[in-house]
């Protein structure tokens, strides 16, 4: 079955990095979207990036455009989430996430596979 496992997750200084990691595993994505998503504490989760696995296209919610940058690995079968200049307001549960090649890659409801998530803090 299809796994999704996020790692690269903890607590970091306003204006450090982080980088998350997503191992995919149970099928072949290559015509996939694999994406990102985060929820902060009482608030609903929200796009934060995606890419097209097959070429390389990425999506980006615009308060992260300039500061984060989602890549993958084909040979690891890995997606990562590059956190730069990080603020408090990025604090959230991070989700790696994966959808069929049809449809919208911001809308968070055509995903049919989920991680666990992992906590990223960015204290002030």
């Known amino acids: 079955q299809v796994q999704l496992v996020e790692s690269g997750g903890g607590s970091v200084q306003a204006g450090g990095s982080l980088r998350l990691s997503c191992a995919a595993s149970?099928?072949?994505?290559?015509?996939?979207?694999m994406g990102w998503f985060r929820q902060p504490p009482g608030k609903e989760r929200e796009f934060v990036a995606a890419i097209r696995w097959s070429i390389g296209a990425t999506y980006y919610a615009d308060s992260v455009k300039g500061r984060f940058t989602v890549s993958r690995d084909n040979a690891k079968n890995t997606v990562y989430l590059q956190m730069n200049s990080l603020k408090p307001e990025d604090t959230a549960v991070y989700y790696c996430?994966?959808?069929?090649?049809?449809?919208?890659?911001?809308?968070?409801?055509?995903?049919?596979?989920w991680g666990q998530g992992t906590q990223v803090t960015v204290a002030s």
């Open positions: 996430a994966a959808r069929s090649g049809m449809g919208f890659p911001r809308d968070r409801d055509g995903y049919a596979y």
């Open positions: 149970g099928r072949a994505f290559s015509s996939y979207y």
